[in-house]
């Protein structure tokens, strides 16, 4: 009996390196970490995009102040539609606003290949994969078809949080996708009138648990500020509203961090 081969994982054409921002929960400020983190990328000089995978709830549109319909190429590429510096692309522009997504198996995968292969990325150092919520097809298939250079799980560090984010590094492992760590979001209220502390979701000793048991190590702790999700609400994100705050310093050094561990340089 003849057994199925996978297909060849390939790289994303005109992009150099790949960056997977993922969760199993949603919730988590997956999104609005992925939108900051190729913000930083961009601002330490880097020739950034970002990719929103999230076929039936995406986020990067309004993350980013975007909306309208992409331009094709000469040769039928979408032209991704840039702000602050990043270039972007989502269903979110592909799919008229306010309508839904109802679409089986077959019509994901296929909008998901035209996310992936039919993109003028136009040269990039790097693009973030910011992934839906889960560990279903979408992630599979992108584990399984294209090159990642690394994948970053975010948390926050409530235990069913915890729980999920355990499934999400053992599904990049039995992929073979290269784990670069966690972040751990909302990890403290910051109260922006008395500056007390207040760990809503725990201490985070799960978080730190987890990573010790999964052999993973904690890339970065990033508040929960109400200034961030203000940002992101009115599509001006934290790297760009407040580029020297602490909270945006987080951020630059997730993302120096990461550039180091998978070899970014400037093309």
Not at 92 to 108: K, S, T
Not at 163 to 187: C, E, T
Request: charged residues 20%; hydrophobic residues 40%; contains cysteine.
């Amino acid at each position: 009996m003849l057994k199925r081969r996978l297909p060849d994982r390939t790289p994303i054409k005109g992009v150099g390196k790949v960056v997977i921002v993922s969760s199993a929960k949603g919730g988590v400020g997956k999104s609005t970490v992925a939108a900051n983190l190729s913000l930083a990328f961009a601002r330490q000089g880097f020739r950034t995009g970002i990719l929103d995978t999230d076929i039936f709830g995406p986020s990067i549109p309004t993350l980013f102040n975007l909306s309208g319909e992409p331009r094709l190429s000469g040769n039928n590429q979408l032209i991704p539609m840039s702000n602050y510096g990043v270039k972007t692309m989502s269903m979110g522009y592909l799919v008229p606003e306010g309508q839904v997504v109802a679409w089986r198996g077959l019509m994901v995968s296929r909008a998901l290949t035209q996310l992936l292969r039919e993109v003028d990325w136009d040269g990039l150092d790097v693009l973030v994969l910011d992934l839906p919520p889960g560990t279903g097809d979408i992630q599979l298939s992108i584990s399984q078809q294209v090159i990642v250079d690394g994948a970053v799980v975010v948390t926050t560090p409530h235990t069913l949080a915890v729980q999920d984010a355990i499934r999400g590094i053992q599904l990049f492992r039995k992929a073979n996708v290269p784990l670069l760590g966690v972040v751990q979001n909302m990890s403290v209220f910051c109260c922006p009138s008395c500056e007390t502390e207040t760990h809503i979701f725990g201490k985070g000793d799960g978080v730190q648990a987890a990573c010790a048991e999964q052999d993973v190590p904690l890339l970065a702790d990033i508040p929960l500020h109400p200034f961030i999700g203000d940002d992101a609400h009115r599509g001006k994100p934290t790297v760009v509203s407040e580029p020297d705050s602490s909270r945006a310093t987080v951020f630059l050094k997730l993302a120096k961090d990461i550039g180091v561990k998978i070899g970014l340089t400037s093309s």
